[in-house]
């Protein structure tokens, strides 16, 4: 998608110009895991003018593999951002309908010949809120990934303001999730998506890792085939000071890690998509669910102080944040 968001902390009303640059939550855990050293590649339509080949370049340029977009449609996908501060939180307005993903068809990507020889599909909730037809591609790769023996993962990533064709995101993602092996999702998404909430669980200024115990069993129960279930825990006491964990169920063992407490966040739209990134990293290169968990944590804590989409950091300074615990000393 195209990112425009006023610059600095302006509001809508006031913006006369707008930052520019490239998003979406797929191509950020691509990003990532090139960031990474993993071989990534992304899937996607855009339209075959300067601005669908402007978001590729920026994709491109972070070491992944664009071969597969189709150039289909007449536009591009927009959301807007306006950056919250302290007391006021950060609103989004999304410009989606008619877009290029939005369009596409299932048998307009030819999965079965892009998955040959990947290990991974990540997919998220976003993509089948915007049009029916999108829900309908997405389900045919994820049936095309575990036909090809693929990992897959999906963020639930709930967004309401997208569920608008006449499906509700449960009938939609309760589908789509049975094709997962890996299920994210943040301390919202199970209630929002499948109506799963433990007790006494809720958004707040503290957060338990405990409480989602009974979350994660629930969404276990409900579909089997998972075999980690993932949530992101957000403690927010503003828009510019959060407390940030995570917590990893495997259907015998709830793992939970460190809690981040970031006091001056700089963005923390992808924060979610980082933390899948490192997840699919922390698996893919055998960590324990213990480790993979803890790099995901502290990969995603340390995307709050990187602007735009993308979390930008190498395995070096994940690694160097879980053992130093955030002392913020330059390197050199």
């Known amino acids: 998608m195209l990112r425009l968001n006023p610059l600095g902390f302006q509001r809508f009303v006031q913006a006369n110009s707008f930052e520019v640059s490239y998003g979406g939550a797929e191509a950020s855990v691509a990003i990532s895991l090139a960031q990474y050293g993993i071989s990534s590649a992304y899937v996607t339509c ?18 992944v593999d664009t071969s597969h977009v189709v150039r289909s ?13 302290n007391q006021r939180p950060s609103k989004v307005i999304y410009d989606r309908a008619h877009s290029s993903i939005a369009e596409v068809k299932p048998g307009t990507i030819p999965w079965n010949s892009i998955f040959s020889g990947a290990k991974w599909f990540h997919v998220t909730g976003i993509t089948p809120a915007i049009s029916q037809s999108a829900a309908d591609a997405c389900l045919e790769a994820a049936k095309a990934a575990k036909d090809e023996g693929l990992t897959v993962s999906c963020d639930l ?10 499906k509700t ?14 299920a994210i999702g943040n301390e919202e998404d199970c209630e929002k998506v499948f109506g799963i909430m433990g007790a006494d669980v809720q958004v707040a200024k503290e957060v338990s890792a405990d409480r989602y115990l009974e979350v994660a069993s629930k969404l276990k129960a409900l579909f ?12 927010s006491i503003s828009a510019s000071h959060n407390t ?50 803890d790099f995901a944590v502290a990969a995603s804590a340390l995307k709050h102080s990187i602007n735009f989409d993308p979390n930008l950091v190498s395995v070096q300074e994940v690694q160097s944040l879980l053992e130093s615990g955030g002392a913020g000393r330059i390197q050199r």
């Open 46 to 63: 855009l339209p075959a003018n300067e601005i669908g080949q402007a978001a590729i370049n920026y994709v491109r340029r972070f070491g």
């Open 73 to 85: 449609g007449e536009r591009i996908g927009i959301y807007f951002l306006e950056v919250g501060a």
């Open 157 to 166: 990533n709930y967004r309401g303001m997208l569920w608008k064709y006449g």
């Open 169 to 182: 995101a449960k009938e939609v993602m309760s589908e789509l999730i049975r094709y997962a092996d890996v």
């Open 224 to 235: 089997p085939n998972l075999r980690k279930i993932c949530i992101t825990l957000r403690g």
């Open 244 to 293: 940030w964990t995570g917590v990893l169920y495997n259907g015998k063992k709830l793992y939970s890690t460190a809690n981040y407490d970031i006091t001056h966040i700089v963005d923390r739209l992808g924060g979610g998509d980082a933390f899948a990134a490192g997840l699919v990293y922390g698996v893919l290169t055998g960590k324990s669910d213990q480790e993979a968990l």
